[in-house]
């Protein structure tokens, strides 16, 4: 008889176990994988991008209670502490994310396998559990034919995202199973795919731009930052940003994309009168030299249906106030997010309305804790989705070790 029994050894798992371990519980961790924290391997390119400096309940969905429980019980600068005292030097770069000294996640990773090891729980990888039952104890039933039984039980087995790196659909299915019900999950952090087949044109360009996600006129996310386009669509730290709110709007109509090119330019307006007095004589393609791309300002040149041989000086009125309004509001259609297999994290799981906001105990089955990507919960880029499956975890082993 285990005091706790997790399932899922990916983030918050991991930190879940060892905090149980650490105030003297028996601590059993199964993991349906050969090895533990294989998204935690992945995670930040191979890096790991372990935390932000600006985290805040703003970065998330999901309930603003909920997330600032979890953020005050494992605060950004505690968060720094922690993994510094595993023994894993960090350091910022841009933006405010923070990354283990050597540039690689294993450098997270294996620490945390040792202070578990260290702190006496147990680890048990290559099973997978199928089966839960309650009545005074939970028992728990692999696939691989082992019984385990706890006095309490985390669910901490994540989302279905990235599928070919252990995400799966059976953690909802487990919860399911005792009670919880599930908003149906879509993929978050994930590129986009556009109508306009046109942006193949651009595939591989990189630029700074501000985004405005909208339906029906209404807007309802921005972002800023770097947008790469692609084959199909556009992808990059700015739409990832928004994509999780893009797709949940899909579901009930179309969404429009505009893309300010020149967000960071005071007054752009004056910026290209000046350069129409200077370089008037120009034909379009030349005028542009300097200020964009040349496959973009070709792809321009050919929305606005311009003659790429007219100078810009004989251009209408209604021909300059379109190129120049493009340029600030590039309006693009959404049809829809790339597969799960490119998906960092998923929108929807565990209805979050069934979950003790201060603990992260279930509401429908006492004894059961569930954390993580498991949850109703997803994040920015840049650290955020980690840093919430730390501190939900850490948060879960504060209730199990006062039991």
Not at 87 to 108: C, D, Q, Y
Not at 110 to 122: D, M, R, S, V
Not at 263 to 292: C, I, P, S, V, Y
Not at 295 to 315: E, H, Q, T, Y
């Amino acid at each position: 008889m285990y005091d706790v029994i997790i399932v899922g050894a990916g983030a918050s798992g991991l930190i879940c176990a060892l905090e149980c371990a650490r105030n003297g519980k028996k601590v059993l961790l199964l993991e349906k994988d050969p090895q533990p924290g294989r998204k935690i391997l992945v995670s930040g390119n191979g890096r790991c991008n372990i935390t932000n400096r600006f985290v805040s309940v703003a970065d998330y969905h999901g309930p603003q209670k909920l997330l600032e429980n979890a953020l005050k019980n494992f605060p950004f600068e505690f968060c720094v502490r922690y993994f510094e005292q595993l023994g894993i030097p960090l350091r910022e770069e841009e933006n405010g994310r923070f990354f283990p000294a050597t540039g690689k996640s294993t450098s997270v990773l294996e620490p945390l396998k040792l202070a578990l090891q260290e702190a006496g729980a147990e680890l048990l990888t290559g099973q997978e559990v199928t089966r839960i039952k309650t009545g005074g104890s939970f028992g728990v039933q692999t696939r691989q034919g082992q019984i385990f039984k706890s006095k309490k039980l985390v669910l901490a087995c994540g989302s279905c995202a990235y599928p070919q790196l252990s995400g799966t659909q059976s953690g909802y299915q487990l919860a399911k199973s005792l009670g919880h019900s599930i908003i149906p999950p879509t993929p978050a952090l994930c590129a986009l795919t556009l109508k306009e087949k046109a942006v193949a044109r651009l595939q591989g360009i990189r630029v700074q731009a501000a985004l405005t996600a909208r339906r029906q006129e209404q807007v309802f996310a921005q972002s800023q930052g770097e947008v790469l386009f692609t084959n199909y669509g556009v992808n990059g730290p700015a739409v990832l940003n928004i994509s999780a709110a893009v797709i949940r709007q899909l579901a009930q109509g179309p969404v429009q994309l505009d893309m300010n090119l020149f967000a960071a330019t005071a007054d752009f307006n004056a910026l290209m009168q000046a350069r129409k007095e200077q370089f008037g004589t120009r034909r379009a393609k030349d005028f542009f030299a300097g200020l964009l791309h040349e496959n973009i300002a070709n792809l321009l040149i050919d929305f606005a249906g311009v003659r790429k041989n007219m100078p810009v000086r004989d251009w209408t009125p209604n021909t300059w106030q379109n190129i120049v309004r493009t340029l600030q509001k590039w309006t693009f259609n959404v049809t829809g997010a790339r597969p799960w297999q490119e998906a960092m994290a998923a929108s929807g799981g565990v209805n979050t309305s069934e979950i003790n906001y201060n603990t992260f105990e279930s509401l429908k089955c006492p004894g059961l804790f569930i954390t993580g990507e498991l949850l109703d919960v997803d994040g920015h880029s840049g650290g955020f989705n980690l840093h919430f499956a730390w501190s939900s975890g850490f948060t879960a082993a504060r209730k199990l070790s006062e039991v």
